[in-house]
């Protein structure tokens, strides 16, 4: 089956710890994007990558960091830098659009929730 | 930039009523629109979606029109079940973004 995979469901972490969220694709999707949801809240892009080794910042990408060394990978961690890092993170992919109208949907993880204690 | 606007919730409905769920949006370009569902716990999954103006998508009974003259892509269902109890959320894509601009959501309640 095709799809996006992300581990672990539920993550806890101390405070002053890094911590590394996983999101794996077999959609063959170039591209990877990163939300953060907070409780009653929309979804805010944290990284995208259009490309492997390539990305860029969303509009909260401040004490998180991300690789794309593969296609298939898209790794997020999130560093102490982070003041408020509990939160629901939903990985997702898409394929780069092949016209000039719009990309295509992008396709969701089932989300890691991370908890700080 | 580009945004999405869409009503607030929480919206609470009897079984078998009829659901409009607002949605309108700002772009510079000509995107694509889509409304996605989220139920509790889990990552965001396609309900349907339209790409050019007077498409109509459905799924499920869900259907929502692209009205490019209101900048609308109202989501409407014309007898909601207690299944249908989730968080709904518009969005759209555009070249010019490359990412997904969602709305804030719209949580629906279903009671038997």
């Known amino acids: 089956d095709g799809g996006i995979t992300q581990s672990p469901k539920y993550l806890f972490r101390k405070e002053g710890q890094n911590v590394t969220l996983s999101c794996e694709q077999n959609?063959?999707?170039?591209?990877m994007y990163w939300y953060r949801q907070d409780p009653g809240q929309g979804l805010r892009l944290i990284y995208y990558?259009?490309?492997?080794?390539?990305?860029q910042k969303g509009d909260i990408a401040e004490g998180y960091s991300v690789s794309r060394e593969k296609k298939e990978s898209f790794p997020l961690t999130v560093t102490s830098a982070q003041k408020n890092p509990t939160a629901f993170y939903l990985c997702?992919?898409?394929?780069?659009?092949?016209?000039?109208?719009?990309?295509?949907?992008?396709?969701f993880g089932p989300g890691t929730r991370l908890t700080v204690l | 930039g580009d945004s999405v606007t869409q009503m607030e919730g929480p919206v609470t409905l009897s079984e078998e009523a009829f659901l409009t769920i607002n949605c309108t949006y700002t772009?510079?370009?000509?995107?694509?629109l889509f409304w996605y569902v989220q139920y509790p716990g889990e990552g965001l999954q396609l309900l349907l979606k339209?790409?050019?103006?007077?498409d109509k998508g459905s799924n499920k009974g869900f259907e929502a029109t692209y009205r490019k003259e209101t900048t609308s892509f109202h989501l409407e269902k014309g007898s909601v079940q207690v299944s249908d109890s989730a968080v709904y959320f518009c969005?759209?894509?555009?070249?010019?973004?490359?990412?997904?601009?969602f709305g804030a959501g719209t949580r629906l309640t279903v009671k038997p």
């Open positions: 997702a992919s898409s394929m780069k659009g092949t016209t000039l109208s719009s990309y295509n949907e992008q396709f």
């Open positions: 959609l063959n999707h170039d591209a």
């Open positions: 990558s259009q490309i492997v080794n390539d990305f």
């Open positions: 772009a510079t370009g000509y995107p694509s």
């Open positions: 339209a790409t050019k103006a007077d």
């Open positions: 969005a759209l894509s555009d070249l010019g973004n490359n990412d997904m601009r």
